[in-house]
């Protein structure tokens, strides 16, 4: 047995949260593919001060928020979107919950948002996928389904709502409620 | 879970996610909950689309290229990856071979795989201890070990000791084995048939396939050698028959997991009245260079619903 073997399995098991994680509030993907390497790394070296009676992924996406943070103070609000210790914080909540939707991985409970798509009205649906599948910007949508850009801007925020309230029920703590 | 549909109207322009350049420095304390959900949406939303498998592997292969020097791990980190192992997989079986075959022990072995292949589930206490190379008892882990035949099992234990790894339960249905808990909070559930990766993932030490009792058992007759020892009062003041087994022992769930390391002594106790056995003892070295031992102690029988032994999630 090797503590590198073990690593192995908690990499696997959290590398898509804590990609997740940063694209929430990084502009640039591949800034965000860095910092998630940098993360694990200083997961490894930091390994020892880990308690493992606690749960693995809120202390990597910790560190990797501690990574942002000093993003942002060299890089600036233009590549890294507000961010402080407290939205971090929330933000880590959400995706502790998330990780307890069903399924075994993270692609798996990704399905419980997929299943989402159907509770979008059709403009919010356009929005979202011309936004996120075609990685395009407010503007290009706004000629593309000739809306105002603060429509636009109002159905992507009000498409994320829904999508994550229809996610909120699916967790096992809701659903044994109901 | 925050009601965030009722602030688009006040908070929108803080959402600096859906412009272009710039963002916000500052946002009102009352909008930081609304923000957070629509990061983490954000967040998904843009994982999903930006997900492809061969990225995701070389992303992991670029941590494990930064992560060559080991970190100085306290030893009972290095325990407890072992103890996890030990935990999930049981133990396998070297090539030692003891002189004599008495046809006393392969009699009273199978009686007692008779006995272990009823439909009857039957409760164990599993102990693995491991010592380091300076003989000192660096681990002790219980757990409670239910079985099947059929390869269904179930371990139930909480760390003590040295070192407490949590809560931990473990098992398999006869098709897929999972385990939920312990060190890390892990949760993990595979096919049987893929159960070799998570031991080759684990260290290769050990066979799951063996925390089986009756198929344990079934095989010894032939594939070891088994030598009556003596007859042996344990504990209730109950006298046992002592049988040693040696011998190459094939793996359970073939070729995927590396050479394990090997058990340098194992033990069995048999009940002559009833049959049963009553305690199995193995000692192996660890690929970490640790001694471990592994125990099985029968307690009795309990009746469990078929379900008890799927994973619970």
């Known amino acids: ?178 | 879970m925050t009601e965030n549909m009722d602030h688009i109207d006040d908070w929108s322009e803080i959402d600096d996610t859906l412009l272009d350049t710039g963002g916000a420095d500052s946002v009102p304390p009352a909008a930081k909950s609304w923000l957070a959900d629509q990061r983490y949406m954000h967040g998904l939303l843009r994982s999903m689309h930006l997900a492809d498998s061969e990225s995701r592997e070389a992303r992991i292969e670029a941590i494990f290229a930064g992560a060559k020097p080991a970190p100085a791990m306290r030893s009972g980190f290095v325990a407890a990856a072992a103890l996890l192992a030990c935990a999930i997989v049981g133990f396998i079986f070297p090539g030692y071979l003891l002189p004599s075959n008495l046809p006393e022990a392969q009699a009273a072995v199978m009686r007692a795989t008779k006995l272990l292949g009823e439909e009857v589930d039957r409760r164990f206490i599993l102990t693995v201890s491991l010592t380091n190379s300076e003989d000192r008892e660096v681990m002790r882990e219980e757990m409670e070990l239910t079985t099947r035949p059929g390869m269904r099992i179930l371990m139930v234990g909480q760390g003590v000791g040295v070192v407490r790894t949590g809560a931990l339960r473990a098992g398999c249905d006869g098709s897929e084995a999972w385990i939920l808990g312990g060190p890390f909070n892990m949760k993990r559930a595979m096919p049987l048939a893929q159960a070799a990766v998570l031991v080759a993932n684990l260290g290769s030490v050990l066979d799951l396939g063996y925390l089986d009792l009756h198929a344990l058992l079934e095989r010894l007759p032939k594939a070891l050698e088994l030598q009556t020892i003596g007859r042996e009062v344990l504990a209730a003041n109950h006298e046992l028959l002592h049988i040693s087994a040696a011998g190459a022992l094939p793996q359970t769930l073939g070729a995927a997991a590396k050479s394990p390391a090997g058990v340098s002594k194992l033990d069995l106790w048999v009940d002559e009245a009833t049959g049963m056995v009553m305690r199995i003892v193995a000692d192996t070295v660890t690929q970490v260079g640790f001694h471990s031992r592994v125990a099985f102690e029968y307690l009795d029988t309990v009746q469990l619903e078929a379900t008890a032994y799927k994973r619970p999630w």
Not at chain 1, 74 to 94: A, I, N, P, W
């Open chain 1, 1 to 178: 047995m090797d503590s590198r073997d073990l690593f192995e399995i908690l990499v696997r098991a959290h590398i898509d949260s804590v990609r997740s994680f940063l694209l929430g509030s990084l502009r640039d993907p591949l800034a965000a593919e860095d910092l998630v390497q940098e993360a694990f790394l200083v997961a490894w070296r930091k390994l020892d001060y880990y308690d493992r009676k606690m749960p693995f992924g809120p202390w990597v996406r910790g560190i990797a928020g501690k990574l942002l943070l000093n993003w942002r103070r060299k890089q600036g609000r233009s590549k890294v979107h507000f961010v402080d210790d407290e939205t971090l914080q929330l933000m880590d909540h959400r995706f502790e919950e998330f990780s307890s939707l069903a399924g075994d991985s993270f692609d798996e409970h990704l399905n419980a948002l997929r299943d989402c798509f159907t509770c979008l009205s059709p403009q919010q649906r356009s929005a979202i996928d011309l936004h996120y599948q075609h990685g395009l910007h407010c503007r290009e949508i706004a000629r593309r389904l000739g809306f105002g850009l603060e429509a636009v801007k109002k159905h992507l925020q009000r498409g994320r709502a829904v999508l994550q309230k229809c996610l909120a029920n699916k967790l096992p703590s809701v659903r044994e409620e109901l």
